[in-house]
Each structure stands twice: as C-alpha cells, then as structure tokens.
C-alpha cells in the first residue's frame, strides 16, 4: 500500500546464527582434547616417576660416555635383570658409602681379563667398546683376570685410566665384584646436557642378549602428546571466538 514503509531489515548472510566459540560441537571437541591431554600429561610424569631415578654424577669415571655434572635417568631394576654392557647405579658398603655408576662388562661364571692388543676379553672374546676414548682403547697397562663369581658382577668405568673399580678392588675377597642384589638402577638416558639415549653396547650382544630399553620414550611421547593436546585444545575456544566476531563485525556485501 502507498502508506507502507520502503525500509526492511537485511536478513543475516546465510539466515542461521553460529553458535557460541565455533559451535558445541566444537566446544566438546576441545574440551575432549583438553581432558584427553592431562591424562596423557600426568600418567606420563606418574610413570616416569615410578620408573626412573634421577641422578648427577659428581666425577669422571664415565666419561666420555657421562661427563661430570651430567644429569641422568636410570630405571629402577632389580639385579637379577642386568647383563652385560649395561651402566647401572649401585651400592657396596666396601666401595663406599654414596651410590655409584659403572658399566658391568662381565657377570656370574665369567672369565674377564685385561688386555689384548689393548682390548678387554670376555671368555676369551675380545669386546669392541666404541664408547671408550681414543686413550682408553690403548689400555695396555691394564692386566687382570678374574672368573666372576655366580650371582656377581665385574664393573668398570668407560675412563679406564681413572675409575675407581673393580679393578681397584681385585685384592679384596670379592675380586672386586659387586652382588646383583646391589644394584638398584640402570642408566637409560642423560638428559642434562641433553644427549639423550645411552648408545647400545652392541660389542657384547655375541656373548649373550642385551637388555631391552626402557619405556624412557614411550613416557617421553606421553607427556609431549599431552602437552600439545592441552595447549591445542585450550586454545580452541578464544581462537574460534575471535574468528565469530570477526565474521559478525564485517560488512555485508551488495546484494
């Protein structure tokens, strides 16, 4: 009619009204990430602590392998889980008071002597030990031989010129070895400086498996899923919101 007004409102582009923040659909995913995130986050700080003792060596008996001041995961096993090639964390009261790190390079029933064109033998096998220094490999002045007792081990540190030993301790009654029961870790990691997994000591995989890694990356997956899962999901919610105002505050094209 001629008295009708002219003027009518546009109708939104699209004629729907987004939800709130991207949508619910939206909001309940990032919610899921976020909850998915923490149990992944803290079940893998949980297990780490359950499995892993954290140690600083303070000298430089396994160098160039850990330096001193290095700061390194060790799983906790039981003795009766080590072999050879192993770096553990153990304890004697013969060798002193405060918990030490070597590499057990011979176990029960073994024959371990020193050297052979400058290497270690085991059973009469000469062991390659890439970890050792250029000097180390050159220990000719080293000259023992020991039949480790069963249910003991013979340890040595990576600087063989250095370490205080077993070779240090080959007048006691033990022959210098060290009980399994006496072990309480073995070093899977050092991760300050972050150098990461302790090479594997392939030169003793002829006389027998070597152990298995430990969960050291699965734990490390974990928690590093979880974080990204937390912050992604976090920040869904003010980065869809941002994009809805946006959306609402431009104008209209011609229609």
């Known amino acids: 009619m ?18 709130p923040a991207g949508g619910r659909l939206g909001q309940r995913l990032s919610g899921l990430a976020v909850a998915l995130g923490l149990v992944l986050f803290l079940g893998g700080f949980g297990w780490g602590a359950v499995a892993y003792l954290p140690y600083t060596v303070p000298t430089s008996s396994m160098t160039p392998t850990i330096d001193p001041g290095d700061r390194v995961l060790a799983q906790r096993v039981d003795g ?14 013969t060798w002193g008071d405060a918990p030490l790190i070597k590499r057990v390079v011979a176990v029960g029933g073994d024959r ?14 000469a062991i390659e030990e ?6 180390d490999k050159r220990a000719v002045d ?32 033990a022959r210098g070895t060290v009980a399994r029961e ?3 870790a073995r070093v899977d990691a050092v991760v300050w400086p972050m150098n990461g997994m ?36 976090g920040a869904y919610g003010p980065v869809a919101k941002r994009l809805g105002s946006r959306s609402r ?5 011609a229609r």
């Open 112 to 125: 371990v002597a020193c050297c052979r064109d400058g290497k270690l033998t085991v059973n009469d096998k």
């Open 198 to 233: 302790l090479p594997r000591p392939t030169g003793f995989e002829a006389l027998g498996g070597l152990s298995s890694p430990g969960p050291l990356r699965t734990i490390t997956a974990m928690i590093v899923a979880g974080a990204v899962l937390v912050l992604g999901g």
């Open 142 to 173: 080293m000259n023992f031989s020991v039949t480790v007792p069963g249910g003991r081990l013979f340890l040595l540190g990576d600087e063989r010129h250095g370490s205080l030993d077993s070779t240090a301790h080959l007048t006691d009654a």
């Open 182 to 184: 006496d072990v309480s």
């Open 80 to 93: 009766a889980e080590v072999r050879r090639g192993d770096v553990v964390v153990f304890k004697d009261a």
């Open 2 to 19: 001629g008295g009708e007004s002219a003027t009518r409102t546009a109708p939104h582009s699209g004629g729907t009204s987004r939800g």
């Open 130 to 135: 890439p970890y050792l220094s250029s000097e």
């Open 249 to 253: 505050t431009e104008p209209a094209g």
